[in-house]
């Protein structure tokens, strides 16, 4: 399996801007976590899913973030509009129902301007 | 306080040497995971632990429930190891699948 993609790799955006972060967990897992991670607070999770359905999405920061999941191979995660503060790097992982192992993608680094 | 904690934030060693880093949280756990983020920002799932110990190659990792530790252990330690190691729980006194993350323990081998 290719594990977690993710894309892009790199965004940079003006302030202001609608950016989207893509994902396709590993086939056959059930939950989806995106997370994001700065030098300020580290590693925190946004949402997950667990087969498509949002279970909780209290990380999320405000209005500005959503994120779907419209099937079992792909997700996203929006920010309309983007600020300079939401500049990390964006992950997502997920794993198999029943175990506690997650398999993380390679991160997204966004940069907001 | 946070409720996962990692010492030391920063840690140096020489090559060779025997290395362990902490990890104390303050919450009932149903697992604790050990990441490894590499310099290039990927993260690994290194060890998952309910009870005891595990060992993969040079790395160890223990748990104590009751005193509510984990440490990981780094044997023979070479420059390949450094990286980010990271402490995270998840809880059992909530329901779900959410994960508590430490802050991080910046490893560095000096060759």
């Known amino acids: 399996d290719a594990g977690v993609i993710q894309s892009p790799r790199h965004e940079v955006t003006e302030m202001g801007q609608e950016v989207t972060l893509r994902c396709k967990p590993i086939s056959g897992h059930d939950y989806l976590f995106w997370y994001r991670q700065t030098m300020m607070r580290g590693l925190e999770l946004l949402i997950y899913?667990?087969?498509?359905?949002?279970?909780?999405d209290s990380g999320m920061p405000e209005d500005r973030f959503s994120a779907k999941m419209p099937n079992a191979s792909f997700s996203t995660l929006k920010i309309q509009p983007s600020e300079p503060r939401d500049s990390a790097v964006y992950f997502c992982?997920?794993?198999?129902?029943?175990?506690?192992?997650?398999?993380f993608g390679p991160g997204t680094r966004l940069t907001v301007t | 306080k946070n409720e996962v904690e990692q010492s030391p934030q920063n840690l140096t060693a020489q090559e060779g040497e025997f290395i362990t880093i902490n990890c104390s949280y303050s919450v009932g756990i149903s697992a604790l995971h050990w990441l490894q983020q590499h310099p290039g920002g990927g993260i690994v799932s290194l060890f998952m632990?309910?009870?005891g110990k595990k060992k993969h190659g040079r790395l160890i990792a223990t748990i104590n429930i009751q005193e509510k530790h984990s440490s990981l252990h780094i044997t023979a330690s070479h420059p390949r190891d450094s990286a980010v190691y990271i402490c995270a729980v998840r809880s059992s006194e909530t329901s779900g699948s959410r994960l508590t993350f430490g802050e991080g323990t910046q490893l560095t081998v000096n060759p």
């Open positions: 992982a997920s794993r198999e129902q029943g175990a506690y192992e997650q398999y």
């Open positions: 632990l309910s009870s």
């Open positions: 899913f667990n087969n498509n359905v949002p279970i909780d």
